[in-house]
């Protein structure tokens, strides 16, 4: 049974216009979505193509005006499955400073669990089991106020582990850290998801930091336009361009040099892979 | 013009135990139509330094000058300073505020004693700057994109016509495209009205791309200040201070190692291809 089953789901935000006619709007436009545990997933998509209004789906913050959502093989629809949903699948957003409630770390951490009744003894041991898979336990007693901003997506990642979830829906954690809070931030991620067999959705604009995912989805308009392995995905260097994206700049550059001439093999993702093909071609050439 | 600062150090939570030095002891001298990068680690004191340059935040100790004067003398007129020095915030969309686009870069130039008519003039040539044209202006800033937002919002500093734009983190959450189209936009300026950026990102690969200069801050003291290729030569040390150098200054280090020629200082993918091209042609003959 895939974790997260995703049929042929629409979104329609409704608003009204000044005269307060209805209009509506389709940000999701028939996503059909299969994930089995342990994936490593990462969704691509410009600002605007539906890539949030996805992932807030994924733990019934939103629920479908066509289609469904199974998480663990509950409905999202089933408005009695949502408290088991959001313990099965917690999410992390971009800003870390909106996600903070309390004013020591491990009280953050404790937060969760605490909400669904755990008993205090299982509450303190899940916040150190949580807070150690982060990297954070040294920072237990501090104020989460006095972080950077890598620690706090960090400690909020640790509040989501406390649930002992299934899946976790990360929507642009990194977009507003620094190099080593970002690294931080992704490492965790892989790390949860290869110990824990945790599995992960990882929603970026960063296509580096996509090279390591088992499968990546490109969204546009409201739909998947484009979807594989990250080698896959990324050799369609025009069309993730056409698309408002990028690829990693290895990528880019493996493509430049085949366009001028040398046969550099399609799907070049890290610098290993280009070093070694260039060493190849280079051994070619001597002989 | 010359923005200098001398031994620029602030303190929060001055005289508590909490008392930590958030700038200490910076010097600097920004001139004209520079375009400079500036990066650090969250919390190495970049936020804090540019709000001392334009006067938001007043040091504990040391100064800033414009123009050899400092700005907290007497009859120093920081209204009209901080129009030539214009700082754009991170997120600078949510201050967004006015009924309509046009109304709400005015508020800048009309904020500093101009006319109607002259701050509808500077606004619609600030926004024909960032790319945005008639067919907005009566729109509310709240129905454009993301993107489209914070072009506006930046509008509305450019406005004022200053000679230094001050721009932190423009391009955090944006994708690819629009991150290209602000930068872009930015860069043109500069090239057009001669005036000085100064660049806070985190994106090295930003940096490496636009900027000329790179100041590298680490716990409120500046460890380097030169051209951004000599800087991002020290690779080790700026991934010491939780910072990195662009992806292909990694690769091509990789590429020297494995006995490739690599030219040197090689920072985007355009500078990239020919030093790896040449190792090709050589064979060839």
């Known amino acids: ?45 410009h600002n605007g193509s539906g890539k949030s209004t996805f992932a807030k789906h994924l733990n019934a913050l939103l629920v479908p005006s066509e289609g469904t959502v199974y998480i663990c093989g509950m409905d999202t629809a089933d408005s009695g499955s949502v408290p088991d949903i959001r313990e099965s699948a917690g999410m992390v957003f971009q800003n ?17 669990p605490e909400n669904i009744g755990v008993p205090t003894p299982e509450i303190w041991k899940r916040v150190e089991v949580a807070l150690e898979a982060v990297g954070m336990y040294a920072y237990k007693d501090s104020s989460p106020t006095r972080l950077s901003g890598g620690q706090k997506q960090r400690v909020a990642i640790a509040g989501i582990l406390a649930m002992n979830p299934k899946c976790i829906i990360a929507d642009e954690p990194t977009a507003m850290l620094d190099p080593k809070g970002r690294a931080d931030v992704i490492n965790v991620l892989h790390r949860l998801n290869e110990d ?20 990546v989805f490109v969204m546009e308009g409201g739909k998947v336009v484009l979807h594989g392995t990250p080698e896959e995905v990324f050799s369609e260097v025009e069309v993730m361009q056409k698309l408002r994206l990028d690829v990693p700049e290895v990528t880019k550059l493996a493509f430049e040099l085949k366009k001028r001439g040398l046969p550099v093999r399609d799907g070049i993702l890290t610098r290993e892979e280009l070093v070694k093909e260039l060493k190849r071609i280079h051994g070619t050439y001597n002989a | 013009m010359e923005l ?18 958030a700038i200490d002891d910076i010097n600097l001298v920004i001139r004209e139509n520079e375009f400079i990068g500036l990066i650090g680690h969250t919390g190495s004191g970049k936020s804090t330094l540019i709000q001392h340059l334009n006067g938001l935040l007043r040091a504990t100790k040391g100064e800033v000058y ?7 003398s007497d009859g120093f007129d920081r209204r009209e300073f901080r129009g030539h020095v214009g700082l754009v915030f991170q997120y600078p969309e949510y201050q967004l505020f006015e009924t309509d686009v046009l109304k709400d870069v005015c508020f800048g130039p009309k904020n500093l004693g101009l006319s109607e008519e002259e701050a509808t003039k500077l606004a619609k040539e600030a926004l024909s700057l960032v790319g945005i044209n008639e ?35 423009p391009t ?15 860069s043109t300026i500069r090239k057009e009205t001669g005036n000085t950026v100064i660049l806070v990102s985190h994106s090295m690969d930003d940096i490496a791309e636009y900027v000329e200069r790179v100041i590298v801050i680490n716990n409120g003291r500046i460890e380097y200040d030169g051209d951004k ?11 010491s201070m939780g910072l990195s150098a662009p992806q292909m200054c990694y690769l091509m280090r990789d590429l020297k190692e494995a006995g490739f020629n690599t030219g040197d200082g090689a920072l985007t993918v355009e500078e990239a291809i020919e030093p790896i091209l040449d190792n090709f042609r050589r064979r060839n003959v």
């Open chain 1, 1 to 45: 049974m895939p974790i997260i089953d995703v049929k042929h789901i629409a979104y329609d935000y409704e608003n009204r216009d000044e005269e307060g006619r209805e209009i509506s709007y389709r940000a999701l436009d028939d996503v059909t979505m299969e994930v089995q545990e342990g994936d490593f997933i990462a969704v691509l998509g």
């Open chain 2, 172 to 186: 955090a959450g944006l994708d690819p495209k629009g991150r290209d189209e602000i930068l872009g936009s930015v």
């Open chain 2, 229 to 239: 290729r000599e800087v991002f030569q020290h690779i080790d040390e700026l991934e």
């Open chain 1, 196 to 215: 824990q067999n945790v599995t992960v959705i990882l929603i970026t604009h960063n296509m580096e930091e996509v090279t390591d995912a088992d499968r």
């Open chain 2, 66 to 72: 414009w123009n050899g004067k400092d700005i907290f």
């Open chain 2, 135 to 169: 067919s907005y202006y009566k729109k509310s800033p709240f129905d454009l994109s993301g993107g489209e937002k914070r072009r506006v919002a930046i509008a509305g500093v450019l406005a004022m016509r200053p000679e230094v734009l001050i721009l932190d983190e």
């Open chain 1, 96 to 112: 870390p400073d909106n996600q903070m409630v309390a004013s020591v770390v491990d009280e953050e951490v404790g937060f969760g």
């Open chain 2, 4 to 21: 200098t600062t001398r031994n620029l150090t602030y303190e929060y939570d001055s005289g508590t135990s909490y008392a930590k030095k």
